[in-house]
């Protein structure tokens, strides 16, 4: 039984006739005797309203449409009219307002003719599968026409004047055809909002809705839908609005015209994740935002997003046919990028959810020219002051700002801005106001200078936060007493004793005598103290200055730091800190300002070290690029090799900063030999860098599909099945024997890496989710990639650990075959591996012929094979339950690569009295002329023989030897 479906298998392309359908009827159904005469009424009447029946060809004074001979263009089954196909005949006139009594059929084809006049219902014909009657001339369509259409698959009205003085809505009584794969209604006078129970039926994978009278947005019910072709382009009216962000969920996508309406906010970033997708038209809306990478290098047949508000650079586009024009780009050839402030500016904008107002006056690539609102600049051409109070921006404030250095004032006053303000704008030197009244911001209050007014009244959550040190806000200007630059606050001359008021002690008191000499022997210790301290110090930065000068420096272990792991220094990264909740401690990298010191071991590493030994991120250094960047090998100069994964600073969003914050929690928290290690990571300005240890023979998809390309040698059998249960011991750790239990969600050959030994370690934790403790499943959005992701995670979006096991079986299945999980290239019925992999496993003859060539399989291994491609089959079944967990998995792997036999112990150690106290066998032992290894084997030289550590056998008391 095929346990799999393939939502890119069901593609409609135009109207579908299933011409099975047909043969089937025309082979069964045409049998000799009379027709039902209900049906035979029926179609008389259908002949007899037509103004030119002529073009049917039926006999006339025919009173049997079942034959024989059958009437032209009918198709019966026992008396009882099945199908009818008068495609394009070019007949006019109504049809019969009983037309639902023909109870049995199947397929009706009345598309491109003039029938017209109102359609009658087809409410019952719960046998109907195929309705085509699109591109006539119908006047209106019956409230109830959906009513009891149980096992429609295709309806197609397109092309139909239906009630065109005021529109119809489809009904809720379409959502009972749970068997519907293709609904198409272009052109047919719809009105009110796309209905969201098509996003909850699960056959549908087409929807074609354009040029309608269609409003409001897509239904959040799309999220994770497996529809594969969207058309809701050219609405008329108003159009459709809001976001479009659900699309990025629905991975099964391949066509998508939203076009000519008046969708907003930006392209989700997630639009990468649509594997599938080939057209995508998004032209003539108010869409905002700069265009996201991943969208770039999508290879699309059609890519349309002209006539927008898209903004930033305009990227290298891989599209073969892509059109741009019409929007507000800071450049205008692809690849060149914006100016520092403007990106600066976009991001803030980002942040802030792209309001229409802001969107459509920030163009350009000069911020000091031209409409840009709320922003003024200074004498110099760099912006001085945001302005934006009381506009109703929702969302973060951003802290791309503090690339604006130039930045004396920030007004954001009457907003309904949120989180947490970024800690990094406290090295704005220039900053003397930060306006945030009237949001809802969340504590902690970074420390501001002392020069920086921070108004912050009216955010109900940061009342009483006022950071320790920091001015207190207000909203009121500093009075001058406590501006250390007011004139008011510069030295007094000092009072006489004489003129002190009576309250003060008598100047010749011997108390006041007393008190003076010992405040002043105490702030002599004080001072002398402070110093010591400021001189021991100033030589240890010192000393720190001078390591860093070579770049890095090994510190021997502490034993007070159990944790011995890495130490990286990080240029200006308060912001990630505010975000993460990490601890730094201040110090100095090679006298970089603002850098600080992440205590996490014995090795530090500054920011510009990791551009030395990457060559500066060259391109002979990169091992390869992904969705959010690329990863460099770097070398230090005694030959230790590190992977530093580098985010690009284009596509910095929320996506990418949560993969990167996740990946650095996750691999914090867990260590394990089969999953790689993360040494550290840097943070500076829009740089975000993750250092792990190197896996010199990369990832295991470059030796698995790409070996003959790579000049590489293909993997054997043994090295596969070690492969195999390296990955499954690592996710095993993950799933069950961490401190807490984690799900991958991303496996695949391209986050296995492999080392020298071709041992694997499970890579890229980016996705990761954290494992309810109770719930069965946990809700999130759909991640992964096509082909690994299991058939309940596509659907539902919902995830437990046994989604990793569904992708680790599609990874044993890429290791018996050398297949891909999806590969658009191969035949339809092998095009989706886990599906054709089904239909063969249970065959062993099918089985083998399904092999890898490269494996060069011999009947020593067939038994090991089988095995495997029986768990892999257990791994994939559709319903979760019935996957075993990674425990079981390594259980059944571990066995293939090497079973251990007991062996008969020989007297090699007869000659040693094992009554004898231990200290005085190794005595004995060590004084042997020649002994044996534990292996059995003879050894000739005392030099293989353990020697006895320094104070060894002192070490023991009699009471030992007791």
């Known amino acids: 039984m095929n346990m799999y479906f393939d939502p890119r298998k069901l593609v409609f392309i135009g109207n579908v006739v299933l011409v099975v359908v047909v043969l089937e009827s025309c082979l069964l159904g045409s049998v000799s005797g009379a027709t039902n005469q209900n049906d035979f009424k029926i179609l008389n009447n259908f002949r007899n309203g037509l ?223 649509l594997t599938s997708l080939r057209e995508l038209k998004l032209s003539r809306n108010q869409l905002v935002g700069m265009i996201p990478l991943s969208l770039a290098n999508m290879n699309l047949q059609v890519l349309d997003l002209s006539n927008n508000m898209f903004m930033g650079p305009i990227p290298k586009f891989k599209a073969a046919t892509v059109s741009y024009q019409s929007n507000s780009f800071c450049q205008s050839d692809p690849g060149e990028q914006c100016a520092p402030e403007v990106t600066a500016l976009l991001n803030f904008l980002h942040d802030v959810n792209y309001p229409g107002r802001l969107a459509s006056q920030w163009t350009g690539n000069d911020p000091c020219k031209g409409p840009w609102w709320g922003i003024t600049c200074n004498p110099t051409n760099h912006v001085s002051i945001i302005n934006l109070p009381k506009l109703g921006l929702n969302g973060t404030l951003s802290p791309s700002l503090v690339n604006l250095p130039s930045l004396l004032e920030i007004h954001l006053g009457g907003n309904n801005l949120d989180g947490m303000i970024p800690v990094n704008l406290t090295s704005l030197r220039s900053l003397r106001l930060l306006d945030i009244s009237g949001n809802d911001f969340e504590p902690p209050l970074p420390r501001f200078g002392n020069g920086v007014k921070l108004i912050t009244n009216g955010n109900p959550k940061l009342s009483g936060n006022s950071p320790k040190g920091s001015p207190k806000p207000s909203d009121s200007p500093v009075p001058p007493s406590a501006n250390p630059e007011s004139p008011s606050n510069t030295s007094l001359p000092p009072v006489p004793i004489d ?117 500066n991120f060259t391109q002979e250094k990169e091992l390869g690029r992904g969705g959010f960047g690329s990863v460099y090998m770097g070398e230090f100069e005694d030959g230790t090799k590190i992977a530093v994964k ?175 999980a999806l590969d658009e290239q191969r035949p339809e019925e092998s095009r989706y591996l886990a599906e054709w992999f089904w239909q063969r496993k249970s065959n062993k003859e099918s089985l083998v012929a399904s092999l890898d060539p490269a494996i060069d399989a011999k009947e020593e291994i067939y038994e090991s094979i089988y095995v495997l491609a029986e768990l892999a089959g257990h791994c994939t079944a559709r319903d979760p339950n019935h996957r075993p967990d990674m425990g079981h998995v390594v259980n059944v792997l571990a066995p293939l690569i090497g079973k251990w036999k007991p062996v008969e112990e020989t007297d090699q150690y007869s000659d040693f009295d094992i009554s004898l106290p231990l200290p005085q066998m190794l005595k004995g032992w060590q004084e042997e002329p020649a002994t044996q290894d534990f292996s059995g084997t003879s050894q000739d030289s005392k030099e293989s023989i353990p020697s006895k550590p320094s104070g060894f056998a002192d070490s023991f008391t009699s009471a030992d030897a007791r």
């Not at 698995?704 to 059998?717: A, G, I, T, Y």
């Not at 058939?791 to 989604?803: L, W």
Request: aromatic share 8%; with cysteine; net charge neutral.
């Open 499 to 615: 003129e002190l008021p009576p309250s003060s002690p008598p100047r010749n008191s011997k108390h006041f005598k007393l008190l003076v000499i010992v405040v002043t022997a105490v702030g002599a210790m004080v001072f002398t103290f402070v110093g010591l301290l400021l001189t021991v110090y100033c030589l240890r930065k010192r000393e720190e200055k001078k390591r860093f000068a070579a770049g890095f420096v090994m510190h021997p272990k502490d034993s007070s730091d159990p944790g011995n792991t890495l130490k990286i220094s990080v240029a200006d990264n308060s912001s990630l800190e505010a975000q993460n909740g990490m601890t730094t401690t201040s110090g100095t990298s090679g006298g970089l300002a603002d850098s600080h010191v992440i205590e996490a071991g014995n090795l530090v590493i500054s920011v510009q070290v990791l551009r030395k030994v990457t060559n």
């Open 51 to 273: 103004k030119n029946s002529q073009l049917l060809k039926w006999p006339a004074g025919g009173n049997d449409p079942c034959g024989p001979p059958a009437w032209p263009h009918v198709f019966c089954q026992n008396g009882k009219v099945t199908q009818i196909q008068v495609k394009g005949l070019g007949l006019q006139g109504p049809l019969p307002q009983n037309f639902n009594q023909l109870d049995k059929l199947q397929n009706l084809g009345l598309q491109n003719n003039k029938l017209n006049g109102d359609l009658p219902t087809f409410s019952g014909l719960s046998n109907l599968q195929f309705a085509y009657l699109d591109f006539n001339q119908f006047d209106t369509i019956p409230a109830d026409f959906f009513d009891g259409l149980s096992n429609v698959r295709v309806l197609a009205l397109d092309n139909n004047p239906f009630n065109q003085s005021s529109g119809w809505s489809i009904p809720s009584d379409l959502a009972e055809s749970s068997q519907l794969v293709n609904f198409s209604c272009s052109s047919c006078n719809i009105v009110g909002q796309v209905p969201d129970f098509f996003g909850k039926l699960s056959s549908l994978t087409l929807l074609r809705l354009s040029y309608n009278k269609l409003t409001g947005g897509i239904p959040q019910t799309f999220q994770g839908s497996m529809l594969q072709v969207l058309w809701l382009n050219n609405q008329d009216g108003s159009g459709m609005t809001d976001s479009i962000d659900v699309i990025g969920s629905m991975v099964g996508l391949s066509q998508v015209w939203l076009h000519g309406n008046q969708f907003t906010g930006p392209i989700p970033n997630t639009i990468g994740d």
């Open 646 to 820: 580098r985010m690009q600073a284009g596509i910095i969003c929320n996506k990418a900063l949560d993969e990167f914050q996740s990946e650095i929690a996750v691999l914090s928290s867990v260590r394990h030999r089969h999953l790689v290690s993360l040494l550290g990571y840097s943070v500076e300005e829009n740089e975000r860098l993750l250092v792990y240890e190197y896996m010199p023979q990369g990832a295991l998809s470059r030796h698995l599909f790409r070996w003959k390309s790579h000049n590489l040698e293909p993997l054997s059998w043994t090295t596969r099945l070690k492969i195999a249960l390296d990955v499954a011991r690592g996710v095993e750790y993950l799933h069950s024997l961490a401190r807490q239990s984690f799900i991958h969600r991303d496996l695949k050959p391209s986050n296995i890496l492999l080392d020298d030994d071709f041992r694997a370690k499970v890579a890229d934790f980016g996705l990761v989710k954290l494992a309810p403790d109770k719930e069965r499943s946990v809700a999130t959005r759909l991640a992964g990639t096509f082909g690994y992701l299991a058939p309940e995670y596509a659907v539902t979006g919902k995830i437990t650990t046994k989604v990793d096991v569904f992708s680790f079986g599609v990874i044993l299945m890429e290791l018996l075959t050398g297949l891909v």
